[in-house]
């Protein structure tokens, strides 16, 4: 059973940075592909960014530039390094992954505001 746990949420003020990380369990982890996606009230889920087994890189076009995605193979763990954060970069951020079907963390809460 594969398990995902994220952590790093937080309240950060606009400009500010944090750091998420998700532990994955269950996978073989150093073959699956890994991504971040958030969700905000009142919109859909959409793509934050995915890293491949091969470390590349995808972006969503809203955080291009901002936001980087790393892994760590023998931590068995995802990293999404956020920086010049946004209030609309307010959102539940999940951890997913696809091994023989899609699976997803439980999320957590990163809120912008001052």
């Known amino acids: 059973q594969v398990q995902l746990v994220e952590s790093g949420g937080g309240l950060v003020q606009p400009g500010g940075s944090l750091r998420l990380s998700c532990a994955a369990s269950g996978t073989v982890f150093s073959l699956v592909t890994m991504g971040w996606y958030r969700q905000s009230p009142g919109n859909r889920r959409e793509l934050v960014a995915t890293i491949g087994d091969g470390g590349s890189t995808n972006y969503g076009d809203s955080v291009r530039g901002r936001f980087t995605i790393s892994r760590d193979n023998a931590k068995s763990t995802a990293y999404l390094q956020m920086n010049s954060l946004k209030p609309e970069d307010t959102a539940v951020y999940y951890c997913?992954?696809?091994?023989?079907?899609?699976?997803w963390g439980k999320g957590t809460l990163v809120t912008v505001s001052s």
């Open positions: 997913n992954t696809y091994w023989g079907m899609e699976y």
